[in-house]
């Protein structure tokens, strides 16, 4: 059975040099899970922004599923 990986492609807008010389200057950052994970910082050494694909599909869902338990203890609640 093959293996399969979902990799992404990000379009990087430094040299190696660069993202090598970025990498070593802000190895020892904070590291946070919601705001400055691995993924974050890979995107920003080999792009210059901060971002996260992953946590923020986290975070849509997590405040979809916030509205939907309000609403429903809102309707529950006027019964």
């Given amino acids: 059975m093959a293996q ?3 990799l992404r492609e990000i379009e ?3 040299t190696n040099a660069e993202v ?3 990498y070593q200057a802000h190895i020892n950052n ?3 899970p919601i705001s400055f994970n691995c993924e974050h910082f890979a995107y ?3 792009t210059g922004q901060k971002k996260s ?3 923020k599909g986290y975070m849509i869902g997590a405040i979809v599923l916030k509205i939907i338990i309000l609403a429903v203890y ?3 609640k006027k019964q």
């Fill in 30 to 32: 904070q590291y946070n």
């Fill in 12 to 14: 990087a807008t430094k």
């Fill in 74 to 76: 809102f309707i529950r």
């Fill in 44 to 46: 920003e050494c080999a």
């Fill in 20 to 22: 090598e010389a970025y």
């Fill in 4 to 6: 399969r990986r979902l």
């Fill in 53 to 55: 694909p992953t946590v």
